[in-house]
């Protein structure tokens, strides 16, 4: 069983920037590949950004070029920097790891609020 803990989140003004961090448990985080979602009030869950177990990125094109994702395998932990921050970008963030269809696990979220 793997489990997920995000933190990071918190309030921070339009321009600003934060850091969230995803902490596995386990032993598959280096042959997964995680992500980040976020979901707005109101709104569906949506994909900010993967990276692959060698470390190849991918973004929504929202967050291209304000928000950079990486991994630190020996850490268990994925990072989601955020720079440029947005009162759009305000949303619950979720780490996810996916190493197959049947294992395949979410974090309970962390709240990011971009406001002035």
């Known amino acids: 069983q793997v489990q997920l803990v995000e933190s990071g989140g918190g309030l921070v003004q339009p321009g600003g920037s934060l850091r969230l961090s995803c902490a596995a448990s386990g032993s598959i985080f280096s042959l997964a590949r995680m992500g980040w979602y976020r979901q707005a009030p109101g709104k569906q869950r949506e994909l900010v950004a993967t990276i692959t177990r060698d470390g190849s990125a991918d973004y929504a094109d929202p967050v291209k070029g304000r928000f950079t994702i990486s991994r630190d395998n020996a850490k268990n932990t994925v990072y989601l920097q955020m720079n440029s921050l947005k009162p759009e970008d305000t949303a619950v963030y979720y780490c996810?790891?996916?190493?197959?269809?049947?294992?395949?696990?979410w974090g309970k979220g962390t709240l990011v609020t971009v406001s002035s």
């Open positions: 996810r790891l996916q190493f197959s269809i049947a294992l395949d696990y």
